[in-house]
């Protein structure tokens, strides 16, 4: 079965842009959540999508927004980027348990 | 304020050491994860723990999970540079709502 995959790997941006992460999840899972990941941070809760319904969302603000697919793909987006932005996006799957596959992230330098 | 608090942040050792990680809260969970992340990839689930004082172990790496469920700890026995990663432990606050620690970077020296 295949795993979890991100598209891009790695994007950089300039300020004041906005960018589109996508993200694959397992078949047959139907819940994705997003985590941003920063070394003084941590990994910190952006959102969760389930049938295509965002279920529960993190303290970002609202620059950040998602959505999920039918097929249970989902985008995040960022718009009007700022410096701290940058960041590993990861991207998680799972069935109806709290246990999460990880994507391998996407790698976002904001310039 | 970080809800889930690891310690050590960062640990070096030889091969062949035994070691623990801890992961502590004043929160209560109703389960919690451990994960190994390695450069360039996403976290890996290691175990569940979710009982109060559970134990569970995966062939050198035993977890156990606190009798209150606030708190856990990862020992590694005789440690080998595969062991070499980022340790992050989660909490599930919530439905589907996990809160992570900041992680523990360890180094197993050859």
């Known amino acids: 079965k295949a795993g979890v995959t991100q598209t891009p790997r790695y994007l950089i941006k300039t300020r004041g842009q906005q960018v589109t992460l996508s993200c694959s999840p397992i078949?047959?899972?139907?819940?994705v959540s997003w985590y941003q990941q920063t070394p003084g941070q941590g990994l910190q809760f952006l959102f969760e999508?389930?049938?295509?319904?965002?279920?529960n969302k993190g303290n970002f603000p609202g620059r950040f927004s998602g959505r999920q697919f039918s097929n249970s793909r989902s985008e995040m987006n960022v718009s009007t980027l700022e410096l701290g932005d940058s960041a590993l996006y990861l991207c998680?799957?799972?069935?109806?348990?709290?246990?999460?596959?990880f994507g391998p992230g996407t790698r976002l330098t904001v310039l | 304020t970080q809800l889930l608090e690891q310690s050590p942040q960062f640990l070096s050792i030889q091969e062949g050491e035994n070691l623990t990680v801890y992961c502590n809260s004043s929160?209560?969970?109703?389960?919690l994860q451990w994960y190994r992340q390695e450069p360039g990839e996403g976290p890996v689930l290691l175990v569940t723990?979710?009982?109060?004082?559970e134990v569970k172990k995966l062939k050198r790496l035993t977890f156990q999970f606190g009798d209150a469920r606030k708190d856990s700890s990862l020992h590694i026995t005789a440690a080998q540079p595969g062991d070499t990663g980022l340790y992050l432990c989660?909490?599930?606050?919530?439905?589907?709502?996990?809160?992570f620690g900041q992680g523990t970077r360890l180094t197993i020296n050859p």
């Open positions: 998680a799957s799972s069935l109806e348990l709290v246990e999460q596959f």
């Open positions: 078949s047959g899972h139907r819940s």
């Open positions: 999508y389930f049938s295509e319904t965002q279920r």
């Open positions: 929160s209560v969970f109703s389960s």
């Open positions: 723990v979710v009982t109060g004082g």
């Open positions: 989660a909490g599930e606050q919530g439905a589907q709502k996990l809160v």
